[in-house]
């Protein structure tokens, strides 16, 4: 293969509107865009927008004119509200669409109803599963959640039927962060406890002594939005704020006036711990006995994020012993919590019932939000808020599909090196073709790429559909640049490299020599291969679990790396070792079935020939 010229453009990430696909093919390979299904009423067919157009223009979508809404106009499509929504949102609606309100209805009756509709709308009280996208018989296209969490509708069967789902995830940051400093200042002063005592004939002022706010130090574990947020107002009342985040920006957090410090610190240190973690496998029971044992003796805990982020049984033995002093609490693993609940009922804890997004304001904000989010679905708008991934063309996926998942296990694989504490900024994709620009759709390739890199890192559900939005918000500048090769155009890529620069790594050795971490790979045999890391050239099959490792090259490595995991019982798949230069330094990738405990890892460190090495889950 000849030497690669470089020729195309380096282009910020962009946003693209996505479209409904007109009856006529596309020459090119086409976008991302909503699947047009076929209709049950032939007069239903849905024309591709060439623009945006003003919400209150009809003719955008159209839809059966047997719409159960009272006065339906025929060509507006329909919308059913299933729970109560703001008024400012009904009215958006009603400028575009037909729009049914249907409040409590029973799974029956809204199985019966949906065929007749566009778009869904519900909150957290309507489950809408499988069935509901079934006996749509294929017309419903959007569902809205107002409100944050999707648990109550099946994503896998809005996919599968090619039903986009939309959220609202940013009107409720407000809410959420005060509802956390109300807890917060209700808990220090024992407001609900002196309040019931009050109300039952008592008058207990020696009982009810509070704690102060003013220079006590406060953790936010989960430095988002609604982080951010309870730190602006806790500065303002005085407090001494830090705050947890391995992937927050280490400058949003001093323009704040926040420090970001480690977990352990974290823990140590402070007076009040607030949570503002996403519920994940990492952060599942999160605060467990164990980290109870490392936090500062009476420490006060206030949870508005999720309910499964603390193992509640392991708090209750916390605020027993006294090593938590109170807690304030408006999210539980099981909702509503059981009426005996000891977590409730503990005298020294303040309880709420998932209140946080319960303002005024911000429920019109949510249904604002949401509606909006649902218009530009139906209009065949791709929306930023999208939850679930669309349908895209069989001919662009079916050629591009080893490399969507390259392409995804790379960006996974780069967030993994970089070193906690340090915000990503600027990511580099360059693909390596030998097709002509115009011939290389590579826009799925980049979304999964920032999906691989964002997801492990972000608290919202990230998908080709969101993943640039997401990396916009966290701040993620990421760029593109393709190299031209000479030889047969057949094979789409040749080589996807993924490059984060201005950040440092917890294997320094995939730092390459102009400075980022380095990850290239390769599909081979229609299986993503890790073919480079920093400068070292590998070859290993991206697959289960990967130990990097640089070692001093010299013989008996592999042998004492493979020793270390066969007494541990952890299945090697495959391994490659790559080198500069003979007797130098070397870099062996290592594939494993199974994840090596803290034991095993820790036995490989203590190989005298390695020098450093880190494990990651793709």
Not at 164 to 173: D, G, I, Q, R, S
Not at 406 to 415: P, Q
Request: glycine share 8%; charged share 20%; hydrophobic share 45%.
């Amino acid at each position: 293969m000849a030497a690669p010229s470089p020729t195309t453009t380096a282009a910020a990430t962009t946003h693209h509107r996505v479209l409904l696909p007109s009856a006529r093919p596309r020459a090119a390979p086409s976008s991302l865009r909503l699947p047009l299904r076929a209709q049950p009423h032939a007069h239903a067919q849905r024309a591709r927008l060439a623009a945006p157009v003003a919400a209150a223009a009809p003719a955008a979508s159209t839809a059966s004119p047997e719409s159960p809404a009272s006065g339906a106009v025929p060509g507006k499509p329909t919308v059913l509200v299933a729970e109560k929504l703001g008024a400012a949102g009904l009215a958006l609606l009603r400028e575009f669409a037909n729009v049914d309100c249907s409040y409590g209805l029973s799974p029956e009756d809204l199985r019966a109803k949906i065929s007749l509709c566009d778009a869904l709308i519900v909150r957290s009280g309507t489950k809408v599963g499988r069935d509901v996208f079934e006996a749509s018989g294929g017309r419903l296209r959007v569902v809205g959640r107002a409100g944050v969490g999707i648990d109550n509708v099946d994503l896998a069967a809005a996919t599968e039927h090619g039903c986009l789902v939309v959220n609202a995830p940013t009107a409720n940051t407000v809410a959420a962060a005060e509802h956390g400093i109300a807890l917060l200042t209700a808990m220090a002063r024992n407001i609900a406890q002196a309040d019931a005592s009050l109300k039952a004939g008592k008058w207990q002022r020696n009982k009810y002594v509070g704690v102060s706010l003013v220079g006590k130090t406060l953790a936010i574990l989960g430095f988002g939005k609604v982080g951010s947020e309870v730190a602006r107002r806790a500065k303002g009342l005085g407090m001494h704020v830090i705050a947890h985040d391995p992937y927050a920006s280490a400058d949003r957090a001093r323009a704040i006036g926040v420090e970001l410090v480690s977990m352990e610190e974290a823990m140590a240190t402070a007076d009040f711990i607030s949570l503002h973690m996403p519920l994940t496998p990492a952060t599942d029971k999160m605060l467990n006995d164990e980290a109870f044992a490392k936090m500062k003796k009476g420490v006060r805990i206030i949870n508005v994020a999720r309910g499964g982020v603390i193992d509640e049984e392991a708090l209750v033995r916390a605020l027993d012993s006294g090593v938590v002093a109170q807690a304030a609490l408006d999210v539980f693993t099981k909702e509503p919590p059981a009426a005996d609940n000891k977590l409730v009922l503990h005298e020294n804890v303040t309880v709420t019932p998932h209140l946080g997004a319960s303002t005024v304001e911000a429920q019109e904000g949510v249904a604002i939000e949401i509606a909006e989010a649902v218009i530009g679905a139906l209009k065949g708008e791709l929306a930023a808020s999208a939850v679930n991934a669309p349908m895209v063309p069989a001919e662009v996926l079916s050629e591009l599909a080893p490399f969507v998942v390259l392409a995804e296990k790379l960006g996974r694989l780069a967030v993994q090196l970089v070193a906690g504490g340090g915000g990503i900024k600027s990511v580099k994709v360059t693909y390596a073709s030998a097709r002509a620009p115009d011939d290389l759709d590579t826009r799925l390739l980049r979304a999964m790429i920032t999906k691989g890199l964002i997801e492990p890192i972000s608290s919202v559900f990230v998908n080709l559909v969101n993943a640039d939005f997401t990396a916009k918000q966290r701040g993620v500048r990421i760029t593109e640049e393709r190299i031209l090769l000479d030889g047969s155009p057949e094979t789409p890529i040749d080589y996807i490299q993924v490059q984060i620069a201005n950040v440092e790594s917890k294997f320094p050795s995939a730092i390459s020599e102009t400075g980022e971490i380095t990850v290239e790979g390769r599909v081979k045999d229609g299986v993503p291969h890790l073919t480079k890391v920093g400068a070292f050239q590998v070859d290993v099959s991206l697959e289960g679990s990967l130990i990097l490792c640089r070692q001093v090259d010299q013989p008996g490595m592999i042998g004492s790396v493979g020793s270390v995991l066969g007494e541990e019982n952890v299945n090697v798949s495959f391994m490659s070792v790559g080198r500069i230069a003979p007797r130098k330094h070397a870099v062996m990738a290592i594939g494993v079935d199974e994840e090596p405990s803290k034991g095993t890892l820790t036995k490989i460190g203590e190989i005298p020939a390695i020098e450093e090495f880190v494990f990651l889950k793709l």
